[in-house]
């Protein structure tokens, strides 16, 4: 399965991409990247014959993988081209992803430029399930035990040094 997953990754990267790296996955799989439009593309085996998981995600910054995006189960014996066609939806779809949601614009905004930004407040976190809620956050009563372990040994430690006589 390793090499017609190879043999289809090679055919499918010199359609998609001039610029590409072909290499094996650690879980038997084939994955292209192509660096020069921060996008990676992986055929891994289902089990199945003739089948294949492809998936696409980005290339972060400094050259590491971001979790798959998209992912699909395509049939093998198709030819170069339906799976090229397939591949660039899937990778239409992580672009699609990756660029931010347009906001309001700073720009001309006076005052704006020196001013801190405010961090907002802690939202509250969900109440896990048999447990009552924390109003405050205070010292529970075995840190103030290990604390006064603690203390117990300091104090033990400097009166062995400096609590004795000397002649």
């Given at each position: 399965?390793?090499?017609q997953?190879?043999e289809?990754?090679d ?6 991409w001039?610029?590409?790296t072909v290499?094996?996955?650690r879980?038997g799989?084939v994955v292209?990247?192509?660096?020069h439009v921060?996008?990676?593309?992986s ?15 980005r ?6 993988t971001a979790p798959?995006?998209t992912?699909?189960?395509?049939d093998l014996?198709?030819?170069t081209a339906?799976?090229?066609t ?5 990778l239409?779809?992580?672009?699609a992803?990756?660029?931010p949601a ?7 905004r006076?005052?704006?430029r020196g001013r801190?930004?405010e961090?907002p407040g802690?939202?509250a ?7 009552r809620?924390?109003r405050?956050r205070?010292t529970?009563?075995g840190s103030?035990?290990v604390l006064?372990?603690v203390?117990?040994v ?8 400096f609590?004795?006589y000397r002649?």
């Amino acid at each position: 399965m390793y090499a017609q997953l190879r043999e289809k990754a090679d055919e499918l990267a010199g359609v998609l991409w001039r610029e590409h790296t072909v290499y094996r996955e650690r879980g038997g799989g084939v994955v292209i990247r192509g660096e020069h439009v921060r996008r990676w593309i992986s055929l891994a085996p289902t089990g199945g014959k003739d089948r294949a998981l492809l998936r696409a995600g980005r290339i972060l910054d400094g050259g590491t993988t971001a979790p798959a995006r998209t992912e699909m189960v395509v049939d093998l014996t198709a030819g170069t081209a339906e799976l090229a066609t397939v591949c660039r939806r899937l990778l239409a779809e992580v672009a699609a992803a990756a660029e931010p949601a347009p906001g309001p614009s700073r720009a001309g905004r006076p005052g704006e430029r020196g001013r801190k930004k405010e961090k907002p407040g802690r939202t509250a976190r969900a109440a896990r399930p048999g447990r009552r809620p924390r109003r405050e956050r205070h010292t529970s009563p075995g840190s103030w035990f290990v604390l006064l372990c603690v203390v117990a040994v300091l104090g033990a430690w400097l009166y062995s040094l400096f609590g004795q006589y000397r002649y």
